[in-house]
């Protein structure tokens, strides 16, 4: 079975963010770039509930981990 597509607005709308191409583009600039050194689910504009979802779509692997890699990327080199 495959896992679902889900797109980079579909995570933020997961997110509880804002989730159109102007705010994205706002909330990466906002919060990056990110230390080289911190885990994306570390850095400080996430509340609790945010990390942890970012935390366990990568450590499960789960349908969500591509889409959070690309926001990983992203916040790491400030877009």
């Known amino acids: 079975m495959e896992k679902p597509v889900?797109?980079?607005s579909e995570l933020f709308e997961q997110l509880g963010l804002a989730n159109d191409a102007?705010?994205?583009?706002r909330f990466i600039e906002r919060h990056s770039p990110l230390p080289?050194?911190?885990?994306?689910a570390d850095?400080?504009?996430?509340?609790?509930g945010q990390a942890?979802?970012?935390r366990?779509?990568?450590d499960e692997d789960a349908d969500w981990a591509e889409v959070?890699?690309?926001?990983?990327?992203?916040?790491h080199k400030g877009q």
Do not use: R
Not at 22 to 25: G, K, L, M, R, V
Not at 43 to 48: G, I, Q, R, T, V
């Open 56 to 58: 366990e779509a990568i």
């Open 68 to 75: 959070v890699d690309h926001l990983d990327v992203s916040m």
């Open 22 to 25: 102007a705010s994205i583009e």
């Open 43 to 48: 850095a400080p504009c996430w509340n609790e």
């Open 52 to 54: 942890d979802f970012l």
């Open 6 to 8: 889900h797109h980079f």
């Open 36 to 40: 080289e050194e911190m885990a994306l």
